[in-house]
């Protein structure tokens, strides 16, 4: 039964309204990534982007100079200067830079990091109370967002070193972060987003739900760009225009594309074989799987496979 408080539109409708937002970089982040980086914002600027789906990093920025829109789940807020803000896993976010300027730090954090030593440093980045999408950005007081900056460029430096104990000395700087942070406990206010960023988050949300892969018992049913459009009560063309306008990609293309980094992920994460990854991707055969791997990325999934192996041993 469709949903009577969700308007179907049709594509006429999409045409006449105004979401005035970038082309936005759908970015996946590499399914062999470190489990710590950090970085400049200043030597390393953070692009417009939406992330699509659900990531395995927690992510910490902070801006010294600088303004842009930060969308985590439906929560928007406008950042500047002497703010920090907190991004779950799980949440699907978006990043749209309003200013020339940029200044200040992000790091990703992967729960391995912390490893039995941190066991108690991860917990309390879990139950932090700004990682949730209604609390996620702080306000600084000069003095906190400075001391805050600090914590930040040690890390970077330690992270840059060889010395034993740096894992250490990256350690203590995120406690005293996160409680520099927590003191500050002021957040910005936040605005529910527009209804067509909302049919994207839905969209993106529905789509990395459709790849649950735990085991190699659950298999993934892939669904078509109507069946998505049919979840959300819009019409199929509408959906394809919305995301094709501020994505540059179709849905058939994001759902491909996640597709893809799925297939990668359990390439490289896992030890089942080929025909496992297959069947748990839903394709009809190994031969199938294969085929459209190579089609991507020029390239077998077994190829693929020994040559991060052999990168992330080297």
Known sequence: MENSSIPRKELETFATESYK????????????????IIQNRETYPVKDYISPHRRKFYKIFHMTSGTGILTVGLH??????????????????????TSKETGGHFCLIH???FGRDAEHVLQWLKQFP??????????????????????FATMLREA????????????LQLQLLLLESQRAGKNRIQTEVQENYGHI???LSLLESSFQVRDRNALTKLKTAAEFADELHVHPNYL?????????KTVRDHIQERLLHEAKSLLVHTDWGINEISDGLGFSGQAAFTSFFKKKENISP????????NVRIG
């Open 111 to 113: 729960p391995d990091f």
């Open 21 to 36: 937002i970038p082309l936005f970089d759908v970015q996946h982040y590499p399914v062999d990534s470190s489990y710590f």
């Open 240 to 248: 394809n225009s919305l995301v094709k306008k501020h994505t540059g």
């Open 302 to 309: 077994l190829a693929f496979r020994k040559t991060i192996t």
């Open 160 to 171: 840059q070193s060889d010395s034993d104990d740096s894992k250490q000395a990256i350690m």
């Open 76 to 97: 928007q807020y406008e950042m500047g200067r002497n703010e920090i803000g907190f991004l779950h896993p799980d949440e699907i976010v978006s990043w749209q830079t």
């Open 201 to 203: 988050y839905k969209f």
């Open 130 to 151: 700004y990682f949730l999408p209604d609390k996620a950005v702080v306000q600084l007081q000069e003095d906190q967002s400075a001391a805050i900056n600090g914590y």
